[in-house]
């Protein structure tokens, strides 16, 4: 179980926000608008990812910003999230695919900070 262990680390680290999955497939999970706007988001903007990762980050982050701006309520806003939600980790679920046929993925930034805080 080290990885639980992990995993409360980085939820009382985050100041308790969001809920561990216990199991054979540990999880961390945030879903509050705004722990995620509050708490996440301004902890990987502080702490960028240094890999690939950070073209989904950007678009999570949009997708967020849409939230709370309550663009997901018209078909033109819900629209453009599923279209993010096509271009990150595996992609759309069949329901998604059979409800938004036209969707196209948006466009990942492929910039990434590479540079590497020297250590001392």
């Known amino acids: 179980m080290r990885d639980l262990s992990i995993l409360q680390e980085i939820q009382a680290y985050l100041g308790g926000i969001g809920r ?14 705004k722990d995620l706007t509050t708490v996440i988001i301004p902890h990987f903007v502080k702490y960028p990812l240094i890999s ?53 993925p948006a466009l990942k930034s492929l910039a990434v900070n590479t540079e590497i805080p020297h250590p001392y």
């Open 52 to 104: 690939r990762k950070q073209g989904d980050f950007l678009l999570f982050k949009s997708v967020v910003e849409m939230i709370n701006a309550k663009e997901h309520l018209t078909l033109e806003g819900l629209q453009k999230i599923v279209s993010i939600k096509a271009s990150v980790n595996r992609g759309l679920t069949n329901v998604l695919k059979v409800a938004f046929p036209n969707t196209i």
């Open 20 to 33: 561990i999955s216990a199991g054979k497939n540990c999880g961390f999970y945030v879903s509050s608008k």
